[in-house]
T-cell receptor, first 116, second 112 residues
């Protein structure tokens, strides 16, 4: 097991373009999370999947943002018509619910998006 | 919204000294977790303490939790230059989604 992996690590895009990021969680983890982190701040929750079902979305996730986890394995986060305010580090995390107990989340290295 | 709030925000210490960070939160929690982040990298989980626990140790780390005061502290003993990083506390609510609510983080610099 190689942990949570994210691709790409860095993305520079022009304002107005669409971008898509991918996250591969730890294989047996049924829970997957997306967070966004701007400079000097802690990560902010964007959305959460349990298996393939998207169970919660933050108000931060505007209509331009969409996330999928089609087979309950990898996930994609797409941002349409990017704006400069979308520049941030996008972090993916996964965890497993063991019985009635939640375990710690494991984070990927993140995708740093720069919108110019 | 951010749940945890760490204090102090920035800490500079000499190698070998102890570093203490505090975190406060506002709502009910299932557990509280501490993470470390090196510059520009992902977060590394350090320790999880459940709401019914008061203290936990892991190597050079000691975490306390006071649910009556809604606060936690992280102590790093005998700090090393490699401990230089940002440290975040994050709370998990009791509603079952395991979503983490992070504070703004502490920047810790350990001077060799």
């Amino acid at each position: 097991d190689t942990g949570v992996s994210q691709d790409p690590r860095h993305k520079i895009t022009k304002r107005g373009q669409n971008v898509t990021f991918r996250c591969d969680p730890i294989s047996e983890h049924n829970r997957l999370y997306w967070y966004r982190q701007t400079l000097g701040q802690g990560p902010e929750f964007l959305t959460y999947f349990q298996n393939e079902a998207q169970l919660e979305k933050s108000r931060l996730l505007s209509d331009r943002f969409s996330a999928e986890r089609p087979k309950g394995s990898f996930s994609t986060l797409e941002i349409q018509r990017t704006e400069q305010g979308d520049s941030a580090m996008y972090l993916c995390a996964s965890s497993i619910r063991a019985g009635s107990r939640d375990t710690e989340a494991f984070f990927g290295q993140g995708t740093r998006l720069t919108v110019v | 919204s951010q749940q945890g709030e760490e204090d102090p925000q920035a800490l500079s210490i000499q190698e070998g000294e102890n570093a203490t960070m505090n975190c406060s939160y506002k709502t009910s929690i299932n557990n509280l977790q501490w993470y470390r982040q090196n510059s520009g990298r992902g977060l590394v989980h350090l320790i999880l303490i459940r709401s019914n626990e008061r203290e936990k140790h892991s190597g050079r780390l000691r975490v306390t939790l006071d649910t009556s005061k809604k606060s936690s502290s992280l102590l790093i003993t005998a700090s090393r230059a490699a401990d230089t990083a940002s440290y975040f506390c994050a709370t998990v609510n009791p509603y079952g989604n395991n979503r983490l609510a992070f504070g703004k983080g502490n920047q810790v610099v350990v001077i060799p």
